[in-house]
């Protein structure tokens, strides 16, 4: 088991960026897998991006394409979320996720129940 912990979440004004950092602790290196999330309040948590164990290959929702990018650096057990031209419609909660169970290392995990561990989530409110 890992313990996830996010940060850089806040108040923005539409069309600023933010990034998300999340910090491993615990078992970093049985991580493979990593993603963000995010939940609205009264919505289902929702796929944001992923990255691979390497992180050589990531992937990103077509709601955030363009705008958000996903990364980490292995050295620091720490993965990003990068968010540029934030809109109001990504207020969310941002939580981050990691997989520890056997992976595809080639293969994008977009279920939350793909994912082993999870962070409190970190808050993003965007205004208009």
């Known amino acids: 088991q890992v313990q996830l912990v996010e940060s850089g979440g806040g108040l923005v004004q539409a069309g600023d960026s933010l990034k998300l950092s999340c910090v491993v602790s615990?078992?970093?290196?049985?991580?493979?897998?990593m993603a963000w999330f995010r939940q609205a309040p009264g919505k289902e948590r929702e796929f944001v991006a992923a990255?691979?164990?390497?992180?050589?290959?990531?992937t990103s929702s077509t709601f955030v394409k363009g705008r958000f990018s996903i990364s980490r650096d292995n050295a620091k057990n720490t993965a990003y979320l990068q968010m540029n031209s934030l809109k109001p419609e990504d207020t969310a909660v941002y939580h981050c996720?990691?997989?520890?169970?056997?992976?595809?290392?080639?293969?994008?995990?977009?279920?939350?129940?793909?994912?082993?561990?999870w962070g409190q989530g970190t808050q993003v409110t965007v205004s208009s």
């Open positions: 996720a990691a997989r520890t169970r056997p992976s595809f290392p080639t293969y994008y995990y977009y279920r939350p129940n793909d994912y082993d561990d």
């Open positions: 615990g078992r970093p290196f049985s991580v493979k897998a």
């Open positions: 990255i691979n164990s390497n992180g050589a290959a990531t």
